[in-house]
T-cell receptor, first 116, second 113 residues
Framework: DGGITQSPKYLFRKEGQNVTLSCEQN?????MYWYRQDPGQGLRLIYY???????QKGDIAEGYSVSREKKESFPLTVTSAQKNPTAFYLC???????????????FGPGTRLTVT | KNQVEQSPQSLIILEGKNCTLQ??????????LRWYKQDTGRGPVSLTI???SENTKSNGRYTATLDADTKQSSLHITASQLSDSASYIC????????????WGAGTKLIIKP
């Protein structure tokens, strides 16, 4: 099956702890993205990566970190510096937008993180 | 400021009825406009993508229209089914930035039997 997977589906953490969300794709896409979704709001871009070993901050990168050591994987760490981490996190991938085009993004099923 | 506004926020209709969802945007320069369907607790799934030169595109019972002059789009759902219950999100891409997608907040559609 080709697709993009995220794990776990639900994650609970205590305030002050870092937590890492997994995202894996076997679509052979160069570009990967992390979004945050809050009730009543549009998706907001946290980080994106066009190619292995390269990534860029999105609109709300503060309190988050990422790595892109493999083409298939783009894990997101929610650090204790993120002031309001409870949210639904979505990972996506696409053909690389290196030529300036905006290609269709394919989304994973999401991880719902609750921090108390 | 680049923005995407959707209306209504939520909508309840009976199974079998048609409905139309609206999207207004102020994104410039415009690249393309997409409609996504998002089931509760799931990732969005693309329904249609339209560029500047396209003013209508269909995907089964879903038909999207685009008026680039008035910066408006609509998504029409024909003969609704219970499985159409979901949030429908309008997303506009700005041409000058590789990754700038401006997401609307979505319309939550509930189909009642």
């Amino acid at each position: 099956d080709g697709g993009i997977t995220q794990s776990p589906k639900y994650l609970f953490r205590k305030e002050g702890q870092n937590v890492t969300l997994s995202c894996e794709q076997n679509l052979n896409h160069d570009a990967m993205y992390w979004y945050r979704q809050d009730p009543g709001q549009g998706l907001r871009l946290i980080y994106y990566s066009q190619i292995v070993n390269d990534f860029q901050k999105g609109d709300i990168a503060e309190g988050y970190s990422v790595s892109r050591e493999k083409k298939e994987s783009f894990p997101l760490t929610v650090t204790s510096a993120q002031k309001n981490p409870t949210a639904f996190y979505l990972c996506a991938s696409s053909i690389s937008s290196g030529d300036g085009q905006s290609y269709e993004q394919y989304f994973g099923p999401g991880t719902r993180l609750t921090v108390t | 400021k680049n923005q995407v506004e959707q209306s209504p926020q939520s909508l309840i209709i009976l199974e079998g009825k048609n409905c139309t969802l609206q999207c207004n945007y102020t994104v410039s320069p415009f690249s393309n406009l997409r409609w996504y369907k998002q089931d509760t607790g799931r990732g969005p799934v693309s329904l249609t993508i339209m560029t500047f030169s396209e003013n209508t595109k269909s995907n089964g019972r879903y038909t999207a229209t685009l008026d680039a002059d008035t910066k408006q789009s609509s998504l029409h759902i024909t003969a609704s089914q219970l499985s159409d219950s979901a949030s429908y999100i309008c997303v506009v891409s700005a041409r000058k930035s590789n990754y700038q997608l401006i997401w609307g907040a979505g319309t939550k559609l509930i189909i009642k039997p």
